[in-house]
């Protein structure tokens, strides 16, 4: 069965602290993988997609990664602020049957 | 704006009644998916179109559930005889796909359903 995991479930970090959110998949024949940040009872805003055959993609004080032998994506995020506080997820596109698989998601708190 | 767009955001109804959401998608989009999401939980998928197309759908919907789309444009959800257990969030997200491989997705803000 194809699976997202990330970890941790829930963070909270001091504010002007760097962190790592962890995306991992059990199926590493993807097209691409998508970040994503959601606020509280609103949608999903895309902030990052890493095609297959990249290894990174960059966005302002964002940086995912993708390492598809290890079926692994990290979201990086530089100098967290207050406003970084949201639930993110990861969404892996699957090759075998087309498929968009979606984590739980990570809730992150920034302290102030 | 040119995002995607769901109505209503929110609809409370009592059991068994029909609701319908609608979604429209960003123009020059070709695929449209609905997922519904309960608190604390990721998206989980329902159906997708390429086009007027309906390609998939999830061994969740139950046969309350349909879903149009009728010339390519906007979508329609449709739940029959609502259950307590349909409360959700119903979000619709498209994307260009311009040969076989997926593109980006771009989600609406998603329409709330509480059934009493």
């Known amino acids: 069965k194809q699976e997202v995991t990330q970890i941790p479930a829930a963070l909270s970090v001091p504010e002007g602290e760097n962190l790592v959110l962890n995306c991992s998949f059990t199926d590493s024949a993807i097209y691409n993988l998508q970040w994503f940040r959601q606020d509280p009872g609103k949608g999903l805003t895309s902030l990052l997609l890493?095609?297959?055959?990249?290894r990174e993609q960059t966005s302002g004080r964002l940086n995912a990664s993708l390492d598809k032998s290890s079926g692994r994506s990290t979201l990086y995020i530089a100098a967290s602020q207050p406003g970084d506080s949201a639930t993110y997820l990861c969404?892996?596109?699957?090759?075998?049957?087309?498929?968009?698989?979606f984590g739980k998601g990570t809730r992150l708190h920034i302290l102030p | 704006d040119t995002g995607v767009s769901q109505n209503p955001r929110h609809k409370i109804t009592k059991r068994g009644q029909n609701v319908t959401f609608r979604c429209d998608p960003i123009s020059e989009h070709n695929r449209l998916y609905w997922y519904r999401q309960t608190l604390g939980q990721g998206p989980e998928f329902l159906t997708y179109?390429?086009?007027?197309?309906?390609?998939?759908k999830s061994r969740l919907l139950s046969d309350r559930f349909s879903a149009e789309r009728p010339k390519g444009s906007f979508s329609t959800l449709e739940i029959q005889r609502t259950e307590q257990g349909d409360s959700a969030m119903y979000l619709c997200?498209?994307?260009?796909?311009?040969?076989?491989?997926?593109?980006?997705?771009?989600f609406g803000e998603g329409s709330r359903l509480t059934v009493l």
């Open positions: 890493i095609q297959s055959s990249q």
């Open positions: 969404a892996a596109f699957m090759n075998r049957d087309d498929k968009i698989i």
């Open positions: 179109f390429q086009n007027e197309a309906q390609l998939e």
């Open positions: 997200a498209s994307s260009f796909v311009p040969n076989m491989y997926t593109g980006e997705l771009f």
